[in-house]
T-cell receptor, first 115, second 114 residues
Framework: GENVEQHPSTLSVQEGDSAVIKCTYS??????FPWYKQELGKRPQLIID?????GEKKDQRIAVTLNKTAKHFSLHITETQPEDSAVYFC??????????????FGKGTKLSVKP | DADVTQTPRNRITKTGKRIMLECSQT?????MYWYRQDPGLGLRLIYY???????NKGEISDGYSVSRQAQAKFSLSLESAIPNQTALYFC?????????????FGSGTRLTVV
């Protein structure tokens, strides 16, 4: 079955710097890749997603890139702010019906943004 | 606003006790999930349901059972709680069967088994 590896597990950056979190997936049939942000004590929330027919997607300071050949996708946060501090999860699914539509999550990256 | 609600938010229970965690949603989604979150292990799928008559095991279903009482309600039971079931539990929903949309998570239940 699908396996999603996420790196790094922890990341510390200075406010204003960029942060990059990388994920690799094993099943080339996966075609939907969301990213979730979980602030301390709160629920994971979808922040951005990308489908396999798109190579890059941006939303203000966050962007996601996808390399289908290498089977990896990355989250980029520019001009980081203290409120970006959270745990970030990547996920992948095949986008079909049934259980193949279930998301498989990476283990998470704890991002700390130092003022 | 349509949402996913979990009860209780926090629970401490003793080893061997039966406990039920409840999830209800007003989003009108057919697909519902139960995940367990442990530090460093991410979100692991316990059970999932595509509709009232469809229940499926996830990767870590041992020691757990579920009930889909209605489209909007999905309950997780620990028949005989043990300390290594101490974790943060999340219910989630998704809209379609295509797998091309994200999940909406509930606010979580922090369970401690002593």
């Amino acid at each position: 079955g699908e396996n999603v590896e996420q790196h790094p597990s922890t990341l510390s950056v200075q406010e204003g710097d960029s942060a990059v979190i990388k994920c690799t997936y094993s099943d080339s049939a996966s075609n939907y890749f969301p990213w979730y942000k979980q602030e301390l004590g709160k629920r994971p929330q979808l922040i951005i997603d990308i489908r396999s027919n798109v190579g890059e997607k941006k939303d203000q300071r966050i962007a996601v890139t996808l390399n289908k050949t290498a089977k990896h996708f990355s989250l980029h946060i520019t001009e980081t702010q203290p409120e970006d501090s959270a745990v970030y999860f990547c996920a992948a699914s095949k986008g079909y019906g049934g259980s193949q539509g279930n998301l498989i999550f990476g283990k998470g990256t704890k991002l700390s943004v130092k003022p | 606003d349509a949402d996913v609600t979990q009860t209780p938010r926090n629970r401490i229970t003793k080893t061997g006790k039966r406990i039920m965690l409840e999830c209800s949603q007003t989003k009108g989604h057919d697909r519902m999930y139960w995940y367990r979150q442990d530090p460093g292990l991410g979100l692991r799928l316990i059970y999932y349901s595509f509709d009232v008559k469809d229940i499926n095991k996830g990767e870590i279903s041992d020691g757990y059972s579920v009930s889909r009482q209605a489209q909007a309600k999905f309950s997780l039971s620990l028949e005989s709680a043990i300390p290594n079931q101490t974790a943060l539990y999340f219910c989630a929903t998704s809209e379609s069967g295509t797998g091309l949309d994200g999940y909406t998570f509930g606010s979580g239940t922090r369970l401690t088994v002593v």
